[in-house]
């Protein structure tokens, strides 16, 4: 059982930043995969990153270049850091996490969810 939180979601301008993290309870975490997504107001919750135990990372193309996530297994917490924002990287973020090896980047591929937090950028 795994139980994820995330915090630093938040209003910044655009161009600006935001470090997201994804905080973990239970046991093995460093052999999970982590994965970010993000859903905007009327629309599917879409993929954003994902790192895997070992450090495995593959992104969307709308982020490439400007998003970089990261582990910290020691504290059991995945980073998101998030530069150059745009407004259209306005939503709700999630951490999700499963058990596996391999990049997934399917909501339906993650069994365990945080609760989401919002970040809002403004033009």
């Known amino acids: 059982q795994v139980q994820l939180v995330e915090s630093g979601g938040g209003l910044v301008q655009a161009g600006g930043s935001l470090r997201l993290s994804c905080a973990a309870s239970?046991?093995?975490?460093?052999?999970?995969?982590v994965a970010w997504f993000r859903q905007a107001p009327g629309k599917e919750r879409d993929f954003v990153a994902v790192?895997?135990?070992?450090?495995?990372?593959y992104y969307a193309d709308s982020v490439k270049g400007r998003f970089t996530i990261s582990r910290d297994d020691p504290k059991n917490t995945v980073y998101l850091q998030m530069n150059s924002l745009k407004p259209e990287d306005t939503a709700v973020y999630y951490c999700?996490?499963?058990?596996?090896?391999?990049?997934?980047?399917?909501?339906?591929?993650?069994?365990?969810w945080g609760q989401g937090t919002q970040v809002t950028v403004s033009s």
């Open positions: 790192i895997t135990w070992n450090g495995d990372t």
């Open positions: 239970g046991r093995a975490f460093s052999t999970y995969a």
């Open positions: 999700a996490a499963r058990a596996g090896l391999t990049i997934k980047t399917k909501t339906y591929d993650y069994g365990y």
